[in-house]
């Protein structure tokens, strides 16, 4: 009751309103300031920080003066220049200190002990500004209403601060309205502590002169300034940290070379257009798209080409998309692609589609060239041909790898019974994943016999996979697995170190062939490998031969003579294997140094006539001692095709008859090859 006395009775109640919206509005803007300090680091924290103590300390003292200056007491009274000056000080030095304390997380009740310096800083701003207030009379105090606003003044600080450091939208909101009640409390009830008596002398009192309520004008607009510019800091640093919130959530969502909605963006629309086809009993299409010839335009001309390839790409993809439709793409690798589209007719998804292919089908400028990327569509549709979101993706993706195998069909819709035989493969695929690692693979040797004394001219290395529930497989069925999905680059090398390690330790110094895939030649630095190879085995370059196919160097022919040569130069040989079943040139024969010429094995089947495997035999034969290559003829099962070859004057040859690939442990055990154990 003393407390609303004085402030009814003592105060011009309009000044006591501008001091209270003050203490408010600046209360708010430090709570605000001091959230900044709180998330900032190194020198922006020490920026924040002085904000929240300028606006802290200008918001007590303002609040203080232009109450003051609405007090109507007895007496006349002036306020002391330099005690007033010193309260500002007191105010704003005290709460940097306090403030400084609570932003930091150096210790547990930092928070807490900065609350209490900013209560005291209140407190002595407060009394000190009361001494700077000079009466004509005797000042009292009530000592119970200062004991009470001091314990005010700390407590409320401390919940202030404590309110501020929490996490949640109504930190600032609490921490404001605490921290006002503690400036407010301080004042109010100090001043109802505060007691004068009027002297013999005292003029008429100045509590309501115009120049006190200018100089309260003045204040008031002052510090309405000083805080607006803390304000508007606080708004300035919430909009740009919006908008790199906002600027990181579209990095997250999209990919950055395309525009194109990412992986992570497509998985959250498909569970929203899940939602909607449930809800409105609706169907929903799914295509997966897989450029056909994006590793092409990779290997052939860069990868800068390759990156403008798919940001043209993106951009036409984007221009297509129908929103009334539902349309929605997104990239989610390398070279794939995710479409969805709202199936409301067999037109619509048609119409979709066609776009889809005009788009990825139409040839693209780069470098005065045209390139034609080309893909394989495959698509599902929800809830035909998938009861949720990972089966229906999954069959999305099969029935694009139907479309991939077929490129005449596309797109290719999905269908239980076909796309089944991509599962299994893809099984495998994801099996020999784990072979590798778990070491499933082994290498076994076949002979290679001079045909006129029968004497061993060397082994070719065979690698076989011992799958833990399906036995043997040969390497018809897994190498082309290896090759989509770049294995064999990891195999390939370690069969050449294998085979190498092992030969090294022969006492026989017989020949050790091994076959090279195209995408070892084409993706790797080969000659390096096999370098680094036979220095660390030891084994000498003579004794290796490394076989290729002619489709391995017919992409990029003058790389490829390149790197044969330097291969050559190292003194290992060279084999062209599976001779006339594909270019068969003249020209690769001429240009490229193969040291020996493989007849492929499907010239001797049962199936081909006697006459037609002697005509070939005969061509190749000529070829061989037309450009002084020795011929090697693979697949020999029965006596009567190695007589034909003797007859034919064929040099050397491999096969069942001549003897069957067999683990070296096997070979040493039958005495045709014996070890060195002193290496």
Known sequence: MMVVRCIIGQHNLGLVC?????????????????????????????????????SSGVAIWCTHFVAMLGYAGDTPARFDPLLTSIS????????????????????????????????????????????????QGQTTWNMSCLVLSVLAAIVLSVLAVRAGVRPGRRAIAC???????????????????YHVQAGPHALES???????????????????????????SGMIDDSSRAESVEKLRRMALNDTLTGLPNRLNFHQRLDLELDWARENNGRLALIGIDLNRFKEINDLRGHRAG??????????????????????????????????????????IKGFLRRLEEVLFKPIRFEESEVLPGASL???????????????????DLAMYRAKADPGRHPCFYEPSMDEKVRTRRKLSADLRQAVKAGQLTICYQVQRVIATGEIRGYEALVR???????????????????????????????????CAEAVRWHQPYT??????????????????????????????????????????????????????????????????????????????????????????????????????????????????????????????????????????????????LGRPAALADIVKNGQITMNHAL
């Open 465 to 499: 996979w011992q799958h833990p529930t399906r036995g043997t497989i040969m390497p018809d069925d897994f190498i082309p697995l290896a090759e989509e999905s770049d294995l064999i680059l990891q195999i390939g090398e370690w069969v050449l170190r294998s085979v």
């Open 175 to 193: 921490m404001a309205g605490v921290l006002a009640l503690a400036v407010l409390s301080v004042h109010f009830i100090g001043m109802a502590a």
């Open 512 to 657: 050790v062939a091994v076959n090279l895939s195209g995408m070892q030649f084409v993706h790797s630095n080969i000659a390096r490998i096999v370098a680094n190879v036979l220095e660390e085995t030891g084994l000498p370059p003579q004794r290796l031969e490394l076989e290729l196919t002619e489709s391995t160097i017919i992409a990029d022919q003058a790389r490829a003579l390149q790197v044969l040569h330097q291969i050559k130069d190292m003194g290992v040989s060279l084999a062209l294997d599976d001779f006339g079943t594909g270019y068969s040139s003249l020209d690769t024969l001429r240009r490229f140094p193969f040291d020996r010429i493989k007849i492929d094995r499907s010239f001797f089947g049962a199936a081909q006539t006697s006459d037609h495997t002697q005509a070939v035999v005969r061509a190749v034969l000529a070829l061989g001692k037309a450009f002084d290559i020795p011929v090697m003829a693979e697949g020999i099962e029965t006596s009567d095709q190695l007589s034909m070859l003797n007859a034919a004057g064929c040099d050397e040859a491999q096969g069942f008859l």
């Open 18 to 54: 501008v001091a209270a919206l003050l203490c408010i509005s600046g209360s708010a803007v430090t709570a605000s300031l001091f959230r900044h300090a709180l998330r900032a680091k190194n020198n922006q924290w020490y920026a924040w920080l002085f904000l929240t103590a300028l």
């Open 307 to 348: 990156d403008e390839v798919l940001r043209i790409l993106g951009r036409r993809l984007r221009g297509l998309l129908h929103d009334h439709s539902g349309e929605f793409i997104a990239r989610t690798g390398g070279d794939e692609f995710l479409a969805l589209c709202r199936v409301v007719s067999a037109e619509q």
């Open 378 to 396: 495959g698509v599902a549709i929800w809830p035909d041909h998938a009861a949720d979101k990972e089966t229906l993706i999954n069959n999305a």
């Open 88 to 135: 500002l000080l007191i105010a704003v030095f005290g709460s940097t200190v306090g403030f400084m304390l609570a932003t930091c997380r150096f210790a547990r009740f930092l928070p807490e002990m900065g609350g209490v310096i900013v209560g005291l800083a209140i407190v002595a701003m407060h009394y000190t500004g009361m001494l700077a207030y000079r009466v």
């Open 206 to 232: 100045m509590g309501h002169s115009e120049d006190s309520l200018v100089l309260a004008a003045a204040i008031a607009i002052m510090s309405f300034l000083i805080l607006g510019g803390g304000l508007v």
